[in-house]
């Protein structure tokens, strides 16, 4: 993690599910022969001798028996996705230079594509609609909270990475994208096509509630997220705010440096969030003397993960604010986004943070000061209102 703000340190996760991973290994090591063809030049290992017997063997067998065409681009993409998913951890993947270009164009704030949030269970790999943007094709074409991702473009999504399912959606404007959903687990599948645009991410608002009690919510933390945050804190401040409520629910993630610049306003002086990577090297952020004064609340859920729980932990730790709703996902590791000369990317796991008393939550998550469940069918929002409650006694 960087303590220079913008750095891109990631605390999003990445999922790559076995099948996948079994998928992509296999077209890898259909051609690494041709990929390699300079190894026969240099001094061998015993295993290098061991690989290149296997690959010619399989190349072989691809050039007799294999049915179908293919793009060599294709498989060069799959043999570089295979090294990086042998490894192991579903947070670490390859991004073809299409793929990052694309993933970093989500992170600037803007793009086109259809205007929904999606999130994905880490354990089943299936990706749900969290919300559609106002005005976006996501809400034009009827997408709701809670819809299952089914299929883009006639491929089944359930257990691919969620950042390429993204990427997937994404495209020039003016363009169609086909997807399919379902309601509900096992309903009859609905097919859509939606018209790309040019889609703003409100990552943050807010409004001023009773009582002078502010209101923000953050349903990731990206490069526009703290500048974002900054003016609804003026703006609410400006309007006689005294206590504030910070919503988290459902907020995946994003750049831990972006996430601290908030908490930097946030906390008193001292830790933030601090780092040990393999080798027990500890790097640390701290925020300054100037924090909020008034109370606080912050609300969270079981998909506030990584950067979210990176705020959670602190505030939690410091007692500057009362957590309320339920246990949060539990992803105490970072990841760093390492560019590639031919414009590609790796996204590799490199670190474990740890809550500034020295809690390391991964796998475990945060327990919120006052557990509630949301009430779906509650007239109002029933963990929003016990926020409420707690800053008026």
């Not at 730790?317 to 539990?330: N, R």
Request: aromatic share 8%; glycine share 10%; charged share 25%.
């Amino acid at each position: 993690m960087e303590e220079n703000r913008k750095s891109h340190s990631f605390g999003k996760g990445l999922l790559c599910g076995i099948l996948i991973c079994v998928l992509v290994m296999g077209a890898s090591g259909c051609t690494a022969a041709y990929f390699y063809p300079h190894l026969g030049s240099l001094q061998k290992t015993e295993e290098e001798r061991q690989i290149d017997t296997k690959m010619e063997e399989l190349n072989r067998y691809i050039d007799q028996y294999y049915l179908f065409d293919y793009e060599e681009e294709d498989i060069e993409n799959g043999i570089y996705k295979g090294l990086m998913a042998g490894l192991g951890d579903v947070y670490t993947g390859y991004y073809t230079p299409e793929e990052y270009a694309s993933f970093m164009e989500s992170s600037n704030g803007s793009y086109s594509g259809i205007g929904a949030v999606l999130s994905q269970d880490y354990k089943t790999g299936i990706i749900q609609v969290v919300r559609a943007f106002a005005g976006s094709p996501a809400e034009e074409a009827g997408l709701r909270t809670g819809d299952y991702l089914y299929k883009v473009e006639g491929e089944e999504v359930t257990g691919k990475d969620l950042s390429l399912v993204v990427t997937d959606l994404k495209g020039e404007e003016g363009t169609e994208v086909h997807i399919s959903i379902m309601r509900e687990r096992g309903s009859d599948v609905i097919d859509l096509t939606l018209v790309r645009k040019s889609i703003q991410v409100p990552t943050v608002e807010y409004e001023l509630l009773e009582d002078q009690i502010g209101y923000i919510a953050i349903s990731e933390f990206d490069d526009v997220t703290d500048d974002q945050f900054l003016a609804a804190l003026d703006d609410l401040e400006a309007r006689g705010m005294e206590k504030l409520i910070i919503d988290l629910r459902n907020n995946g993630g994003g750049l831990v440096d972006v996430t601290c610049t908030i908490l930097d306003y946030l906390l008193p002086e001292g830790l933030i969030v601090y780092t040990e990577d393999k080798n027990g090297e500890r790097d640390e952020i701290f925020s300054d003397e100037n924090c909020f004064k008034g109370q606080m609340a912050v609300l969270v859920n079981g998909n506030s993960a990584s950067a979210s729980e990176i705020f959670a932990g602190a505030v939690k730790d410091y007692g500057v604010g009362t957590l309320i709703g339920t246990q949060t996902f539990g992803k105490g590791i970072v990841q760093s986004l390492f560019p590639l000369s031919d414009g590609s990317a790796v996204k590799i796991t490199v670190s474990r943070y740890y809550t500034p008393a020295g809690n390391n939550i991964h796998g475990v998550g945060i327990t919120p000061d006052i557990i509630l469940e949301y009430d779906e069918n509650a007239e109002k929002d029933n963990q929003l209102q016990r926020a409420i409650e707690v800053l008026s006694d």
